[in-house]
T-cell receptor, first 113, second 111 residues
Framework: DVKVTQSSRYLVKRTGEKVFLECVQD?????MFWYRQDPGLGLRLIYF???????EKGDIPEGYSVSREKKERFSLILESASTNQTSMYLC????????????FGPGTRLTVL | KQEVTQIPAALSVPEGENLVLNCSFT??????LQWFRQDPGKGLTSLLL?????REQTSGRLNASLDKSSGRSTLYIAASQPGDSATYLC??????????FGAGTTVTVRA
């Protein structure tokens, strides 16, 4: 079974802190994604990566950056956390082929005070 | 821009009734459509993936159909159980990597 894990289920940080969210997948997937999910707004793509050290902006990249130094690990970084970044963050991965199925991690509920 | 709509937003049925969940999308140029289940406070679990060349996909009590030309997919869940209570999301994949998600249908199955 594909397994996507995220470093924390719940996280509480203060405004201005630098925050790292880690995601690891064990299926040798080329593609990895970071989404955030908010009530009434659904899932929105923040960033995705199609290879090591490669990244592309999604729909809402402002205030975020990412890092992919190894194929299995994709990190989301909040350089200076703000209260409007309080959200559920979901990581996903998939193979690089046309009909690729995305597999999601359990999510990290981030609260910024 | 691809728009994905799921109607109804919420559904409550007695145990044993069949569930019918609808998903519509505006751009028929898709590679695939994926149905997910999400329990409260949890991540998404992939249920079914339908490729653009397929008409339907089945897994156990679940059956999903795809009519690409009309921009519609339907998820059928037979003989619903209280454990089927969750939010069901559909997502379409156009020609790039990005999935476009619907807002979901929240299902409650009453015992």
């Amino acid at each position: 079974d594909v397994k996507v894990t995220q470093s924390s289920r719940y996280l509480v940080k203060r405004t201005g802190e630098k925050v790292f969210l880690e995601c690891v997948q064990d299926m040798d997937h080329e593609n990895m994604f970071w989404y955030r999910q908010d009530p009434g707004l659904g899932l929105r793509l923040i960033y995705f990566s199609y290879d090591v050290k490669m990244k592309e902006k999604g729909d809402i990249p402002e205030g975020y950056s990412v890092s992919r130094e190894k194929k299995e690990r994709f990190s989301l970084i909040l350089e200076s956390a703000s209260t409007n970044q309080t959200s559920m963050y979901l990581c996903a991965s998939s193979f690089e082929r046309s009909y690729n199925e995305q597999f999601f991690g359990p999510g990290t509920r981030l609260t910024v005070l | 821009k691809q728009e994905v709509t799921q109607i109804p937003a919420a559904l409550s049925v007695p145990e044993g009734e069949n569930l019918v969940l609808n998903c519509s999308f505006t751009d028929s140029a898709i590679y695939n459509l994926q149905w997910f289940r999400q329990d409260p406070g949890k991540g998404l679990t992939s249920l079914l993936l339908i490729q653009s060349s397929q008409r339907e996909q089945t897994s156990g009590r679940l059956n999903a159909s795809l009519d690409k030309s009309s921009g519609r997919s339907t998820l059928y869940i037979a003989a619903s159980q209280p454990g089927d209570s969750a939010t069901y999301l559909c997502a379409v994949r156009p020609r790039d990597y990005k999935l476009s998600f619907g807002a979901g249908t929240t299902v409650t199955v009453r015992a």
